[in-house]
């Protein structure tokens, strides 16, 4: 069985910075990309960043472009996420999500991932 376990999601004021991981345990398998993505009540869930695991090539949202940045750590099978410049849109719980193969589905799109972490919250005051 595979398991994303995320971390780093806190309350910070706007402005701030965090870094948000996810690790992998579990059954070990081939990860084509991993993904982020938040969600808030009553919303569907949103894409935030990408990364192709062998080649290192990073997709962003508009809104978070420039502010965060996707990278992955292969030798402890880890993505993170910096955002920097925190705003109060950005709170939301944060998903990770691992893509096991080129499926045909654009990165933004949900269905393009077979496994979810939990979420971890983050929390942006003004």
């Known amino acids: 069985q595979v398991q994303l376990v995320e971390s780093g999601g806190r309350l910070v004021q706007a402005g701030a910075s965090l870094r948000l991981s996810c690790s992998t345990s579990?059954?070990?398998?081939?990860?084509?990309?991993m993904g982020w993505f938040r969600q808030t009540p009553g919303k569907e869930r949103e894409f935030v960043a990408a990364i192709t695991w062998s080649t290192g090539i990073t997709y962003y949202q508009d809104s978070v472009r420039g502010r965060f940045t996707i990278s992955r750590d292969s030798s402890e099978d880890t993505v993170h996420l910096q955002m920097d410049s925190l705003k109060p849109e950005d709170t939301a719980a944060y998903y990770c999500?691992?893509?096991?193969?080129?499926?045909?589905?654009?990165?933004?799109?949900?269905?393009?991932?077979?496994?979810w972490g939990q979420g971890t919250q983050v929390t942006v005051s003004s």
């Open positions: 579990g059954r070990p398998f081939e990860k084509y990309a």
């Open positions: 999500a691992a893509r096991l193969s080129p499926n045909g589905y654009w990165y933004h799109n949900p269905i393009a991932y077979e496994y």
